[in-house]
């Protein structure tokens, strides 16, 4: 994309830094962090025979760095604008010593902004923040607008995959993603999205969820053929 094709920068809704940082961790956002950093003015650094994937709000970091470690042979992009949880990951990559981790602190639709076309085989959105007060449901990352984003980086057969263990969110993203022409809905069966993705880690906040009663669904989006 052009320069002049980039939007004007968003408002990020959401607190963006919690309960101070612990020293080890203060230093891995001052030194490991820069390392790491996707730098959205210059090209994505792409290898032609590795597979990209993209998780939007990793939260602390528990699924991407069990998938980075997993599948190593896989770059993985990780956008989080919570500091708190940059430092978790940050946490986990040094003491992993996993190398297939680039990282972007901010808004996800400004990289994805940044991105080349059809360059990702996967994006992960899980337990994004539901917004579920009704005047703020605008701010909910499931829009019209980012579905378009997502549609363009996401190659032909590619996946969206989405997890919540809210109702109204679920109700939400598959009105929206049904309606959206790049996407088809992989379900055939109620199985389908009660039961987690073959590999899946559970994260802190899913473990929540599931004591205090709520359980999740795991939704799955294939990016149609143009």
């Known amino acids: 994309m052009t ?3 980039h939007p004007p920068r968003r408002r990020l809704y959401g607190r963006s830094k919690g309960k101070a940082l612990r020293p080890h961790q203060t230093d891995l956002i001052a030194t490991l962090l820069p390392r790491l950093a996707l ?4 090209p994505l650094p792409l290898r032609p025979d590795h597979e990209t994937r993209l998780e939007i709000g990793f939260g602390g970091g528990e699924h991407l760095i069990e998938a980075a470690a997993r599948e190593p042979q ?3 992009l990780g956008c989080e604008p919570f500091v708190n949880g940059m430092a978790k990951l940050l946490s986990r990559i040094a003491a992993r010593g996993v190398d297939n981790i680039r990282l972007y602190q901010g808004d996800a639709a400004e990289a994805l902004d940044r991105l080349p076309d059809a360059c990702l085989s996967k994006v992960y959105l899980f337990y994004p923040d539901p917004w579920p007060k009704r005047r703020h449901r605008k701010r909910r990352f ?6 378009a984003r997502l549609a363009r980086v996401l190659r032909p057969g590619g ?3 989405f997890a919540t263990d809210i109702d109204d969110y ?6 929206r993603l049904r309606a959206c022409d790049a996407f088809r809905w992989r379900a055939q069966s109620a199985e389908d999205w009660r039961t987690p993705w073959e590999g899946w880690t559970q994260t802190k906040y899913e473990a929540k969820a599931m004591a205090a009663g709520r359980r999740p669904v795991y939704l799955t989006f294939i990016r149609k053929a143009d």
């Open 3 to 5: 320069e002049e094709a």
């Open 39 to 42: 730098d959205l003015s210059q």
């Open 170 to 175: 679920a109700a939400w993203t598959l009105a």
């Open 74 to 76: 896989v770059d993985f």
């Open 159 to 161: 996946e969206l995959r």
């Open 142 to 147: 499931v829009s019209e607008e980012n579905l």
